[in-house]
């Protein structure tokens, strides 16, 4: 079984685009999926598309948050709800291309988790300047090898979820958390494309702030984390 988790809040103006994409993607490659899509309490008429779209998709499952949580909350009650071996996220406000999801797929038949790179970001000067500086913090910081860990298109094997500690804002440091516990991580580079409606959620300061603190927290627990191998001796 193959689970999409998308993150929705606010994106009435792009979700049925980007279901029907995933949708057209998904269906042909002929195996068993659901796509779980999580509204974050949502105040415009996402909810209500949503719920449509589900009559006649009945690969379709929503989830629908009492209070706003953010990305990482949403992400987190998706893989709660995910009955796949395979998971795979993307975000829900179009500029992740789905069409890249079985180079991200066929990725994993040599590793636990597959990580999208954006070869080319269509976003703004600012956000990619933003992004730019909390990545350079980010890689000094904890000595991290990887390039976009901003990008939601990623697949995971279930067991890579399961050793990975879930908090506020984790979205941006699996790849890490991943590598931490001894899991085989590579990168991808994927589809990026602008935005095709609705507004970024995430200001130019949103995201270097909530970065840059961040990064104590899990410097923190990169010191505390248990990684403790052992081998059953055999009789």
């Not at 792009?14 to 999926?33: D, K, N, S």
């Not at 730019?132 to 995971?156: E, I, T």
């Given at each position: 079984?193959l689970?999409?988790?998308?993150?929705f809040?606010?994106e009435?103006?792009?979700?049925?685009?980007?279901?029907?994409?995933?949708?057209?993607?998904?269906?042909?490659?002929?195996r068993p999926?659901?796509v779980?899509?999580v509204?974050?309490a949502?105040?415009?008429?996402?909810?209500?598309?949503l719920?449509?779209?589900?009559?006649s998709?009945?690969?379709?499952?929503?989830?629908?948050?009492?209070?706003?949580?953010?990305q990482?909350?949403a992400?987190?009650?998706?893989?709660?709800?995910?009955?796949g071996?395979?998971?795979?996220t993307l975000?829900?406000?179009g500029q992740n291309?789905?069409?890249?999801?079985?180079?991200?797929?066929?990725?994993?038949?040599?590793?636990?988790l597959?990580a999208?790179?954006r070869?080319q970001?269509?976003?703004t000067?600012?956000k990619?300047?933003s992004?730019?500086?909390?990545?350079?913090?980010r890689?000094?910081?904890?000595?991290?090898p990887f390039?976009?860990?901003g990008?939601g298109?990623?697949?995971?094997?279930?067991?890579v979820?399961?050793?990975?500690?879930?908090f506020k804002?984790?979205?941006?440091?699996f790849?890490l958390?991943?590598l931490?516990?001894?899991?085989?991580?590579?990168?991808v580079?994927?589809g990026h494309?602008?935005r095709a409606?609705?507004?970024?959620k995430y200001?130019?300061?949103d995201?270097?702030t909530a970065?840059?603190a961040?990064?104590r927290?899990?410097?923190w627990?990169?010191?505390r984390?248990?990684?403790?191998?052992v081998?059953e001796?055999?009789?």
């Amino acid at each position: 079984m193959l689970s999409i988790v998308i993150p929705f809040y606010n994106e009435e103006a792009v979700a049925e685009g980007v279901l029907t994409e995933i949708l057209g993607v998904i269906r042909p490659l002929e195996r068993p999926f659901e796509v779980i899509a999580v509204d974050d309490a949502s105040t415009d008429g996402t909810p209500r598309l949503l719920t449509r779209l589900r009559a006649s998709n009945p690969e379709l499952r929503i989830l629908r948050a009492a209070r706003r949580g953010g990305q990482s909350a949403a992400l987190s009650a998706g893989f709660k709800a995910a009955a796949g071996e395979i998971i795979v996220t993307l975000d829900g406000d179009g500029q992740n291309d789905p069409a890249s999801i079985p180079a991200l797929l066929a990725a994993l038949q040599g590793a636990d988790l597959a990580a999208g790179v954006r070869a080319q970001r269509r976003d703004t000067g600012w956000k990619r300047f933003s992004s730019r500086v909390a990545n350079a913090c980010r890689r000094r910081a904890l000595d991290d090898p990887f390039r976009d860990v901003g990008c939601g298109l990623k697949a995971f094997r279930r067991e890579v979820l399961e050793g990975i500690p879930h908090f506020k804002n984790m979205h941006r440091y699996f790849p890490l958390l991943a590598l931490w516990q001894g899991f085989r991580v590579v990168e991808v580079e994927v589809g990026h494309r602008p935005r095709a409606g609705g507004t970024s959620k995430y200001g130019t300061w949103d995201r270097l702030t909530a970065g840059l603190a961040d990064l104590r927290g899990v410097k923190w627990l990169k010191k505390r984390l248990i990684r403790y191998p052992v081998e059953e001796m055999k009789p």
